[in-house]
């Protein structure tokens, strides 16, 4: 788990003007890296921040973010060069790793810390226990993916046995699966926010549980390349991180108020006081890391959720495929900045 100590005011303060004046010293044309992200969603807050607040302008860098919808597109898009970081599931890696691969994908920064996913009831009661679920039409996640994994640990620690216990839906793409709960399909759905906050406002059900408190903490989204292009544009994947981290360090200081006023211009279609909420229930439970650091602990349970769901040939050590040297740096850089 990341420590979520604060940092004073003055100290953030100092630490973010000093490296600003650090970025500015960079390739004033600016470093191009294209991102692509797994889904648009407040899950990734520290992201759109990092963008809003010119972290990576400042580093030198300008990015260019794409929404590829799918793990599996997604990592298609990075194997191929079509872009240079991907925002994705750090399964995705161990499976790349599992094929074989003579060009690995590297995991270098940790972006959140727990499963993104709610338990949303069409019909829920006064209150909840998890033994209303069984014998239930749930509508889940793509097989293999993140989130379907995360929620099927989370069913199996309540005695619930997906294969067997409920009637399992996971045949919809990722794109459409609230559209598909919104049309009538399932009792239950596994959603990421904002998409909860807004159908809870349609009146077409409530949060009932979290799947991130439930499954624990987990290197869940990570940012990632190939190894290759790590080892040509390691100076930019430093730059990359320290940004990351600045994005990081601003959401744990700020309100989620003045967070979703950041992050509004990547939600344009979204109210803000549904962002506001979707941002505070996210906070509420440690949802996104404090920094970028993947630990062995956490990596060990992401082993256990995927060994859980028989999507694990053998465990793959963290050191096989993460790098956190960047993560270290970027952290030693703020230290180094806040006693100048």
Request: aromatic letters at 10%.
């Amino acid at each position: 788990m990341k420590s979520r100590k604060k940092l004073s005011l003055p100290l953030i303060i100092i630490m973010l003007c000093c490296s600003v004046l650090a970025g500015c010293g960079g390739n004033s044309a600016g470093v191009k890296v294209k991102i692509g992200e797994v889904t648009r969603s407040v899950f990734y807050a520290p992201q759109y921040v990092a963008l809003s607040q010119n972290f990576f302008k400042d580093e030198g860098l300008e990015v260019e973010l794409q929404t590829i919808p799918g793990g599996d597109k997604t990592m298609t898009a990075l194997l191929s060069g079509a872009i240079d970081v991907a925002l994705v599931g750090s399964e995705t890696s161990i499976y790349v790793a599992q094929q074989g691969a003579d060009d690995p994908v590297i995991n270098f920064a940790q972006l959140t810390q727990r499963d993104g996913t709610f338990l949303f009831a069409r019909t829920p009661g006064a209150s909840f226990n998890w033994e209303q679920v069984r014998n239930s039409t749930f509508l889940g996640q793509r097989k293999g993916g993140m989130p379907q994994m995360a929620g099927a640990f989370a069913l199996a620690k309540k005695g619930i046995d997906p294969a067997t216990d409920i009637t399992l839906i996971q045949n919809i793409d990722f794109a459409n699966i609230a559209g598909a709960f919104a049309s009538g399909t399932g009792d239950y759905v596994q959603l990421f926010e904002p998409q909860a906050s807004i159908f809870e406002r349609e009146g077409r059900g409530k949060v009932v549980a979290s799947f991130g408190v439930e499954s624990g903490y987990l290197p869940y989204t990570v940012f990632m390349s190939k190894k290759s292009y790590i080892g040509k544009n390691g100076d930019t994947v430093q730059k990359f991180t320290n940004a990351i981290l600045r994005a990081q360090e601003w959401v744990e200081s700020h309100k989620p108020e003045e967070i979703a006023d950041a992050i509004l211009p990547y939600f344009d279609k979204t109210d803000r006081d549904i962002v506001v909420s979707a941002v505070r229930r996210y906070q509420e439970q440690d949802t996104y890391a404090v920094h970028p650091v993947i630990d062995d602990k956490e990596w060990n349970n992401l082993l256990d959720v995927m060994e859980n769901a028989g999507e694990l040939k053998e465990r793959v050590p963290a050191g096989q495929i993460v790098d956190n040297s960047f993560a270290e740096q970027a952290q030693q850089n703020m230290k180094d900045a806040a006693v100048q």
